[in-house]
């Protein structure tokens, strides 16, 4: 049951929007000009530019602790009054009505404020274009998989991902073989020498990513990685302006632990590199550690469809930045039993027309 609190929310409780200075119309960010733009008036503004007219968040603001455990499931359109509906992790939405922007202050606010962002650099048209080319080369893809509809359905959001730096350090030992093989005469001999090794060292890491939402499959958004973290930059709540935003439900304990086993592993390897003239190599004591652990709390930019096809979803991202992605993309029963009659009806036609051939080819030399 959703709590219809709009009519009461305090000033530190409500949503939000951006609005052009100008003219008082919707402003949102424009990832191409990285400015704000008015679509009516056609005034762009740069985030200082909006932090003069009390349109942008400040640092303060963007780490009040008012309304941290607050949970609002629906609430008020600033704009046109519009009942807007939103589960307890959505920070950032639009109004089904207006298309107006809100953002959820209270969900972003606190211990759920991020500290940094990486602003959309690719624009909704470059993955519409992207999502187009999907059909490409791809017979067997429902044309409605790339419909109209579909494409209307590409939202730009910005996922919620810990990020964390870490130091492994530690030793590892391990038994590795060495084995070497002779003949003298008829008789073949095989030695095998087994050393103690022993590995030390210290690897560092930077930024390591974990999704931070429960909502997105993690194998997908390891997939669009990587991200250019040099292009992080202060959080500020108008970038999300023109876009949805998810706040973290996975605690950065959780996260953490993903993070130090992947670091874990990538330096076990990279300790395993060195042993690369034994084989096998057989680990014995493995006492790589996390040392020196740093975490920080941002917003990723992607873009995102799901589709609904004979009751199954098939996701499409994009990396808001650097325009890599993924699809998972379903098969037309109906057009694969098309490709295939077609085939069959191709291959027998010419087994027909070969046999015809060398049918009068053997009459003719008779």
Not at 91 to 99: D, E, P
Not at 206 to 226: H, L, Q, R, W, Y
Not at 291 to 308: A, D, F, R, S
């Amino acid at each position: 049951m959703y709590n219809n609190i709009g009519d009461t929310m305090n000033k530190n409780n409500r949503a939000l929007d951006n609005k052009c200075p100008s003219c008082n119309a919707p402003l949102k960010y424009n990832p191409v000009y990285k400015k704000w733009k008015c679509e009516y008036c056609d005034s762009e503004f740069t985030l200082e530019d909006l932090k003069k007219y009390d349109n942008a968040s400040s640092e303060k603001n963007n780490q009040s602790k008012d309304g941290d455990d607050v949970i609002y499931d629906s609430y008020r359109c600033p704009d046109c009054g519009a009942e807007i509906v939103a589960d307890e992790n959505t920070s950032a939405t639009f109004c089904v009505y207006c298309g107006n922007t809100a953002i959820i202050k209270s969900k972003l606010s606190g211990k759920f404020a991020p500290s940094k962002i990486i602003p959309f650099k690719t624009t909704k048209e470059d993955a519409i274009e992207t999502f187009k080319s999907l059909k490409k080369g791809r017979p067997l893809l429902p044309k409605e998989f790339v419909s109209q509809k579909n494409i209307d359905k590409i939202t730009g959001i910005y996922i919620p991902f810990w990020l964390f730096s870490a130091v492994m350090d530690g030793e590892v030992k391990a038994m590795g073989d060495k084995i070497t093989t002779w003949s003298s005469g008829n008789t073949h001999y095989t030695k095998t020498d087994i050393y103690e090794l022993t590995r030390e060292g210290s690897v560092s890491f930077s930024k390591v990513p974990v999704d931070g939402s429960k909502k997105f499959d993690d194998a997908i958004m390891n997939t669009i990685e990587p991200f250019d973290y040099n292009e992080l930059v202060d959080y500020n709540h108008a970038y999300l302006s023109g876009f949805i935003s998810e706040k973290y439900d996975v605690n950065s304990d959780v996260a953490q632990g993903d993070a130090v086993n992947r670091m874990a592993n990538s330096s076990l390897n990279m300790f395993r590199k060195t042993m690369i003239s034994y084989s096998p190599v057989r680990i014995i004591k493995n006492g790589i550690v996390a040392k020196e652990t740093t975490i920080e709390y941002v917003l990723l930019p992607v873009w995102m469809v799901n589709v609904k096809y004979n009751d199954k979803y098939y996701l499409f991202a994009m990396n808001g930045q650097t325009g890599e992605f993924i699809g998972d993309m379903p098969i037309s029963k109906k057009r694969e039993l098309m490709y295939a009659l077609i085939t069959f009806t191709v291959t027998f036609l010419l087994i027909a027309v070969i046999s015809i051939f060398i049918y009068f080819i053997k009459k003719v030399g008779i």
